[in-house]
């Protein structure tokens, strides 16, 4: 078996990117535990297919994990029951949001564990992707949105990608929404934040697409000067003077030297991608382009996002092809 976890050959910024033209790739079906909404997953290939655990629920809202693979990236065929359910009390409304390492034969799942008060990173790992092993929240007491704005909530720590390849001897997590940090793992399984949730890498930057929030979304890409890059998430988050929340949810791209692991050297100035079709800005959740899978795959890129919390789509990118003006990488 070949799994592909880590790409090389890249560079930064990656892309440019271009929505495929028959998104959504997959939609809801039937009267299952994805009917209603399908949606944020993660990606890797697999024996020459692209594979996709993605998120799903009824109209209970209480997410599953899913699992469908392709040959060609495009059209994907999907196993009937979820891979991971609900099981523990701080996942009982959901396991949402996942991302993936393939490492020394074991996949390392994260994803976020929901029980409608409180959103958790968890892990889990496996050998086939289909019997898990869950070792439960990673980072108690925690909200990576201290940095951010006052928050009531102490255990929020969404959005986890692990580094595949260890530095300075130690493999490396990057986590967080609202802002950004790190963590350190001698075994893959227990971590360590780098400081406090006081002491983030990468905060939202003020007057652009990411300045209510920032969120780690793919897995990292090993570019060929050996910096890493990971594709976004960033929001513009709007509060009325009638309490409603409109959000607007846009992608982008952050490099690292590996030399430097706890700094962030460049971020896009401009999101790669913006809510702009109807799937993109209607939906349970609208206005929302959220990526979190990433591969390189027979030498295209593919990106795979959710659509307004609904439905799920594709980016592509030739990576002979120039990056599009204002596309602007600052360090």
Known sequence: MTTTSLFGDARFPLGPFTPYQHNPILRPRGDSWESSNLYNPAALVVDDRVVLLYRAHAEDIVSHIG??????????????????????????????????????????????????????????????????????????????????????????????????????????????????????????????????????????????????????????????????????NGAVRTVHEDGTVDVDYRCGQIAIDPAEPTRILARLQEPWLRPQTFEDTHGLVSNVTFVEGLVKFRGTWLAYYGQSDTTLAVAVADPAAPFGTGMVADG
């Open 67 to 232: 699992l469908a693979t392709s040959t060609d990236g495009y059209t994907f065929e999907r196993e009937d029951a979820p891979i991971l359910s609900p099981e523990h009390d701080y996942e009982r409304y959901g396991c949402e949001d996942p991302r993936i390492a393939f490492i020394e034969g074991t996949y390392y799942l994260t994803y976020t564990g929901w029980d409608r008060e409180e959103a958790q990173l968890c892990l889990a790992t496996s050998q086939d992707l289909r019997d898990w092993t869950k070792h439960g929240p990673l980072f108690d007491g925690f909200n990576t949105f201290a940095a951010v704005r006052e928050e009531t909530k102490r255990n929020w720590s969404k959005a986890g990608v692990i580094v595949p390849q260890k530095i300075d001897g130690r493999w490396w997590m990057y986590f967080g929404e609202g802002a950004i940090y790190y963590a350190t793992s001698d075994d893959l399984i227990h971590w360590t934040p780098g400081g406090t949730d006081q002491e983030p890498i990468y905060i939202p930057t003020p007057g652009t697409f990411d300045e209510s929030l920032v969120e780690i979304g793919t897995s990292p890409v090993l570019t060929d000067t050996g910096l890493l890059v990971m594709l976004t």
